[in-house]
């Protein structure tokens, strides 16, 4: 894949405030004096959600102050975002941001600068991006997928974290590379999108991590990862550079 989808398992996850040249609030000594809103812009119950959970959890016994989740799942995961460039540059609220951030404004106008609207704080996490499919599909490999997809051109449904998304956008270039055509199905977070691939609504989903525990647990096949080297959780599952879409 190209060289911004070999970065993603390190910069999908980050911690954004509302711009301010000194943030005030943060400088007194009784900061913080009131509850802090944390935005995650993606439904509860997902791989994110559960992170950013945490993250309030430990803040707030550190604090000594609530760190409160307020999620704002939709438009891709920019929600946050479109709440964050507007609320008041205090300290009292903060969003986790998507790579997508940076991407979506070049595809679309967006309500923000990502560089001039952010005052970036930390990057959380990294994650393992790839696709699945339900351990009854008769889909065993990437192979086996782009056999389907070519003798049945836009049949093959694969679900992602929206439209713009980089799980949606790692699938478009895998097709586009592998001249096939494949339908999308965009979903507001990863709880649905596993949740509608488990019911049988979706034939495959792409995104991180939250489909992990599915894997572990043999509900799920994980084709492939995104990334320039196989996983050291999953050892045995190739990655598309390997395979010869990179």
Not at 68 to 78: D, L, R
Not at 171 to 179: D, I, L, N, R, S
Not at 192 to 203: E, R, T
Request: glycine fraction near 10%; aromatic fraction near 6%; charged fraction near 15%.
């Amino acid at each position: 894949m190209t060289s911004e989808l070999n970065r993603r398992d390190l910069l999908q996850a980050g911690l954004a405030g509302a711009v301010t040249v000194a943030m005030p609030a943060m400088a007194q000594s009784n900061f913080p004096s009131k509850p802090i809103k944390l935005i995650c812009p993606w439904p509860a119950g997902g791989s994110t959600d559960g992170v950013m959970r945490a993250l309030a959890e430990s803040a707030t016994r550190i604090l000594g102050s609530p760190v409160v989740i307020e999620n704002k799942a939709g438009a891709s995961g920019m929600l946050g975002p479109n709440e964050l460039v507007n609320a008041k540059p205090d300290g009292y609220t903060l969003s986790q941001l998507t790579i997508g951030v940076l991407r979506l404004p070049h595809m679309q106008k967006m309500q923000f600068n990502p560089l001039q609207d952010f005052t970036y704080i930390a990057c959380l996490t990294g994650y393992t991006f790839g696709i699945v499919v339900r351990a009854d599909s008769p889909i065993k490999s990437i192979k086996d997928l782009v056999d389907y997809a070519k003798a049945n051109p836009g049949k093959f449904t694969f679900g992602s974290t929206g439209n713009g998304t980089t799980p949606h956008l790692a699938v478009e270039e895998f097709a586009m590379k592998a001249g096939i055509q494949l339908q999308h199905i965009p979903f507001k977070g990863n709880a649905d999108g596993m949740a509608s691939l488990l019911g049988g609504h979706v034939m495959s989903h792409s995104d991180a991590t939250g489909w992990a525990p599915h894997v572990d647990a043999g509900t799920c096949r994980l084709l492939a990862t995104y990334g320039s080297k196989r996983t050291k959780r999953w050892p045995n599952v190739p990655t598309l550079n390997e395979l010869g879409y990179d």
